[in-house]
Nanobody
């Protein structure tokens, strides 16, 4: 499985961005998918996760109510992260990841494949 994240950029506080992560592989729809982020000088942290069919989602408290994770299994093999009401603290490199075990997990060790990351910068 290969994952390609995109959609990062520079945005002002209060603005929105949508990240995308396109996945290769014919069994994309069997994986749970997650987004993590890593700010400069900090450890990688969980952001959001979604199960194989989109029926269950899980969010970090810091993004709950502002970010929405979704996936398109039918057409694009893509997972999205819609980010609204962005704050400077959301500045980080965002990574998508796939879990072949199909659990909805906030632990990075649960994920088997990782994308290369896309940078999100939120200015105050």
């Amino acid at each position: 499985v290969q994952l390609q994240a995109s959609g990062g950029g520079l945005v002002q506080a209060g603005g929105s961005l949508r990240l995308s992560c396109a996945a290769s592989g014919r069994i994309f729809n069997r994986y749970s998918l997650g987004w993590f982020r890593q700010a400069p000088g900090k450890e990688r942290e969980f952001v959001a996760a979604i199960d194989w069919n989109g029926g269950r989602t899980y969010y970090a408290d810091s993004v709950k109510g502002r970010f929405t994770i979704s996936r398109d299994n039918a057409n694009k093999n893509t997972v999205y992260l819609q980010m609204n009401s962005l704050k400077p603290d959301d500045t980080a490199v965002y990574y998508c990841a796939a879990d072949v075990g199909s659990s909805v997990s906030g632990y990075s060790t649960s994920y088997d494949y990782w994308g290369q990351g896309t940078l999100v910068t939120v200015s105050s």
